[in-house]
């Protein structure tokens, strides 16, 4: 099988996944999009995704994402990774959006980065669509800001004139049961879409927990290995 056949499988299988527990969760067809996180794999892997239909993908690294999305430009690069703030104006340059704002620092930097990336001609005019990556355990060595934290962070991205407010993004702790993290994030998420006044988005549910993901409200799952295989060999 070759390798553009075998990510036609593995695609059409997850986006049919995507439907059943879209339909047992009684949500809508299309009410989740599907994000391929290519981390570790080759260009030409996405490459092979874009022309199967998927216009973004996933990466966690900067330095890696970077080099993809200057060998594929018309593919959009989402960063999902934790980001240094001295690594902001480097994000800033290529990523369509970030998954993974956790501090009002965090925000002013990706902001200033923006506007210079757009005044150098290295991204096109417009805000730079940011979840606030939210801590479930309070653990924020890993990445995410506390439940408590929330409301300033969201204040702060909104105020910024780069930015947009996209909504929460997730990943459960791996002592904890997912639908538990995943109901605890949704109620954060509800109080800060009313704090707004629109709905936000939900980023959350990977390859092994995209069912709780989805039937909790995720818009948005982010799926590597069920996709892409296992992690190439260095």
């Not at 989740?32 to 990466?59: C, N, R, Y």
């Not at 998954?99 to 925000?107: G, N, P």
Request: negative net charge; proline residues 6%; contains cysteine.
């Amino acid at each position: 099988m070759s390798r553009l056949d075998e990510l036609s499988s593995r695609l059409a299988a997850v986006r049919a996944d995507i439907a059943q527990y879209e339909a047992a969760a009684g949500r809508p067809p299309g009410s989740v999009t599907l994000l391929p996180v290519t981390k570790f794999h080759p260009a030409s892997d996405i490459e092979l995704l874009a022309s199967l239909g998927v216009t973004a993908v996933a990466e966690n690294r900067e330095q890696e994402a970077r080099a993809k999305a200057a060998e594929l430009p018309d593919v959009d690069f989402h960063m999902i990774g934790q980001i240094q703030t001295k690594k902001a104006n480097a994000v800033a340059r290529w990523a369509s959006c970030v998954h993974s704002v956790d501090s009002i620092r965090l925000a002013t930097a990706l902001s200033h980065g923006v506007d210079l990336a757009i005044d150098r001609g290295q991204r096109p005019a417009g805000t730079l669509p940011c979840y606030i990556q939210l801590s479930i355990d309070g653990d924020t060595s890993r990445g995410g800001a506390v439940h408590t934290d929330v409301p300033a962070l969201a204040d702060a991205i909104s105020n910024e004139p780069n930015l947009d407010l996209a909504g929460i993004m997730c990943v459960p702790p791996r002592d904890m049961d997912p639908t538990a993290a995943f109901t605890e994030a949704a109620e954060v998420l509800a109080h800060l879409s009313s704090q707004v006044g629109r709905p936000l988005g939900f980023s959350a549910g990977m390859s092994g927990d995209m069912a709780a993901a989805i039937k909790c409200g995720s818009t948005v799952v982010r799926v590597g290995t069920a996709i892409l295989g296992s992690r190439p060999l260095a």
